[in-house]
């Protein structure tokens, strides 16, 4: 059934590079070889049966794998699914023929033989083929049986009537009835939007090809191996994986060319933060309430939240946590300070693929040493450039600092042992916090409170600190959900020694991220006066933003994600929270071993 | 240039229903989609996916021959700057922030 593909039917008459068979062959690069079967002297060798422990493959997967094996892979082998406009018109589509009692199919022999029968929604397997469908619509006629399957759209205009993904998976679903014992001759397709019928007819060649599909996508997920990506192809701009694929990303390490336009968000879903003491969420029909004492009620649509962060003593209802799970939206529980806690749901994909590749990266040291030398080079060429951009001080002082940097940014290249980095990353960070208030406005840098002499934690002394401290957590956060929303366990890190209780891989990724992103979020609402000294309470030699004041800096965060930004080795405009999402399905790409080093983002 | 499936475009929902359970119900299931405006109407900001589940909800729960909804596409979102004029109460298009609260 074509309800939940993952991408829609080929655009109509519209795909470039079409051949005669209706297929992009040349899209489909050499993970897709085209079935021998027609020619002479080759024999096909199909996977053996499948095993009683493997799951049958759907055909929905198979016509997937015709379009691109790649996505095929992605959904059915590693757990991976998007949703786009095309698959919710296909959800719309399919739910208009859902009307109405669904009447079983009567046994093979005794199939009424004078009258048409119609059934909906019939679920066959087989072991002997290995493979499951879910069919739509069955006719029965005179003996015989028709499957027919709806799509959306019109129907192409293509000599066979019909692409060739969309015809292989008829015939899957014929070649199951027949396996079931029925006689069956032909499938059909019918498009919803043109309301036009494709006759399927079942050729040898047809059946050759759907067999033959079927088989080398078993053997491939089987492999662990994931096909490499389309170059170009007319068919990526439609497929609802396109975010977390990166075709053009992924090929752009391997024939340097530029990517066309950063892939899209999977969803336009932003974070709700509930930090207030005392407020409750609960859920209200399609939405996420939150309750304050003495505010009115704000509701929330959930298809708005991409994920909920809850900070210090927030209570969250059963029924919410069960439909934010259901959603596989994650919330974050934090302790009042954002120290990180963990989370419940957004596991990500349905796989543990990616975890694996980075268990194994972390247990390689010379490739962990080379990920760490280019982390902590980025990282300080970021703080250069964050005192470069806003420096407000004495120009003489500027020039030897900046060199100093990078020189230092220079020196990583040829760092021995991770305690050698972590010299030199010492070393920058202290040259970078002590210069940290040249960077503040007269107005602030007057005021006795703002005055900032040297990075200190747990507690925060200081007012600027108790910012810091905030926001990065906060970004640790950011960074723990994108990260394992692609697959990818924070704990384990790679820069970072594991400690428990420490996002350990959160803490690696967001290093570069600290100055160009977090810093420049506080530099931004001091200067800006949206924090004022009456905004922090001192107690125990810490120092705490009030209720209000978190608000402020957080939102002015969660601004900073929104601002666009270059990607520098793409090119393209993104925002800084699509780039988070970008980098870390990147590292994923990378912890797998499909491109041979993750691009870090380091800003011109 | 056609239309990018995951660029968000502003609407109004309008409806008429005729049966006070059935109003009710396309109330609160609008209330997951938009920000209500005005006794039956809405104010939403949604990606393609979005749209198409809104309508295919509200198809669910209308009665085709007795109620009636509309769905105005304002144009995209984030590129247009809407000409509304509002009298009385003032018009706020939506903005896609993160709410902290
Ligand atoms: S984005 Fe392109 S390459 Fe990636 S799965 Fe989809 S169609 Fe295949």
Redesign the pocket.
């Known amino acids: 059934m074509s309800s939940s593909d993952t991408?829609s039917d080929p655009p109509a008459g519209s795909v470039p590079g079409q051949d005669a068979l209706g297929q992009n062959l040349s899209d489909q690069g050499a993970a897709a070889p085209a079935r021998p079967a027609a020619r002479q002297g080759e024999l096909a060798l199909f996977a053996p049966p499948a095993a009683a422990d493997e799951m049958l493959t759907p055909a929905r997967m198979i016509n997937e794998w015709v379009?691109?094996p790649?996505?095929a892979v992605?959904e059915w082998g590693r757990g991976e699914w998007a949703g786009n406009a095309d698959t919710a018109a296909g959800r719309r589509a399919h739910k208009a023929t859902e009307t109405g009692a669904a009447p079983a199919l009567p046994e093979p022999d005794a199939l009424p033989d004078d009258r048409t029968l119609k059934t909906r929604r019939l679920l066959l397997a087989s072991e002997r083929l290995g493979l499951t469908a879910e069919l739509d619509v069955i006719e029965a006629d005179d003996g015989r049986v028709v499957p027919v399957d709806i799509k959306t759209g019109k129907r192409p205009h293509v000599a066979e009537g019909a692409y060739l993904p969309e015809r292989v998976q008829v015939c899957v679903q014929a070649l199951l009835l027949r396996e079931a014992g029925y006689t069956c001759e032909e499938g059909a397709l019918w498009f919803a939007d043109s309301r036009e019928r494709v006759r399927v007819e079942l050729t040898d060649e047809l059946i050759a090809t759907a067999l033959g599909a079927a088989s080398d996508l078993r053997l491939t997920v089987a492999a662990g191996r994931l096909p490499p990506?389309?170059d170009h192809?007319q068919?990526?701009v439609r497929?609802s994986?396109?975010p977390i694929?990166l075709?053009d990303e992924v090929n752009w390490f391997r024939k340097g060319a530029i990517a066309r336009t950063p892939p899209p968000a999977a969803t336009p879903a932003l974070p709700l933060y509930v930090q207030t003491p005392g407020a409750r969420v609960t859920k209200k029909d399609f939405t996420l309430v939150v309750q304050v004492e003495g505010e009115a009620d704000r509701a929330v649509a959930l298809d708005e939240v991409s994920e909920l962060v809850l900070a210090g003593p927030v209570s969250l209802t059963t029924p919410a946590v069960h439909e934010l799970l259901r959603r596989d939206v994650p919330v974050a529980w934090m302790s009042s300070g954002f120290w990180y806690l963990g989370s419940t749901g957004g596991q990500g994909p349905r796989s543990a693929t990616v975890r694996t590749a980075q268990y194994a990266l972390a247990a390689d040291e010379p490739r962990r040493l080379a990920f760490a030398r280019e982390l902590v080079a980025a990282k300080i060429r970021n703080s250069r450039t964050i005192l470069r951009r806003n420096w407000r001080g004495e120009d003489g002082e500027r020039g030897p600092l900046l060199d100093r940097l990078a020189l230092l940014a220079d020196r990583t290249a040829r760092a021995e042992t991770a305690a050698a980095l972590l010299g030199l990353e010492g070393e920058a960070a202290a040259l970078y916090f002590r210069a940290l208030p040249k960077l503040f406005t007269d107005a602030v840098a007057a005021l006795p409170a703002f005055a900032f002499e040297r990075r200190n934690r747990r507690p925060p002394a200081d007012p600027v600190n108790a910012c810091l401290s905030l926001i990065y957590a906060v970004l640790t956060r950011t960074f723990s959900s994108a990260i394992s929303v692609a697959g990818l366990d924070p704990w384990k890190g790679v820069y970072h020694a594991e400690r428990p209780g420490r996002p350990a891989l959160a803490l690696d990724l967001i290093e570069p991220f600290r100055p160009v992103l977090a810093d420049s979020a506080v530099l931004m609402a001091l200067n800006n006066g949206e924090l004022a000294p009456d905004d922090f309470v001192s107690a125990a030699g810490g120092c705490n933003l009030k209720p209000k004041a978190r608000r402020a800096l957080i939102a002015a965060y969660e601004r900073r994600l929104d601002q666009e930004t270059t990607h520098p080795a793409f090119g393209y405009q993104v925002s800084m929270r699509r780039l988070i999402q970008i980098q870390a399905r990147l590292f994923a790409r990378f912890v797998c071993g499909e491109i041979p080093r993750y691009p870090h983002y380091v800003p011109r | 240039m056609a239309r990018r499936s995951n660029a968000e475009h502003a609407y109004v929902v309008a409806y008429d229903i005729s049966d006070p359970k059935r109003w009710r119900r396309v109330f609160k299931t609008m209330k997951g989609y938009g920000r209500w405006l005005q006794l039956s109407v809405f104010h939403c900001r949604l990606d393609g996916g979005r749209r198409a589940e809104m309508a295919s909800a509200l198809e669910d729960l209308i009665d085709r021959d007795a109620d009636h909804v509309i769905i105005l596409d304002l144009g995209p979102a984030e590129d247009v700057e809407f000409a509304v004029e509002s009298l009385g109460k003032s018009f706020q298009p939506i903005e896609r922030r993160a709410v902290v609260i």
Do not use: V
Request: aromatic content about 6%; hydrophobic content about 30%.
């Open positions: 991408r379009y691109c790649r996505l992605l990506p389309l192809s068919k990526c497929c994986l396109l694929c075709p």
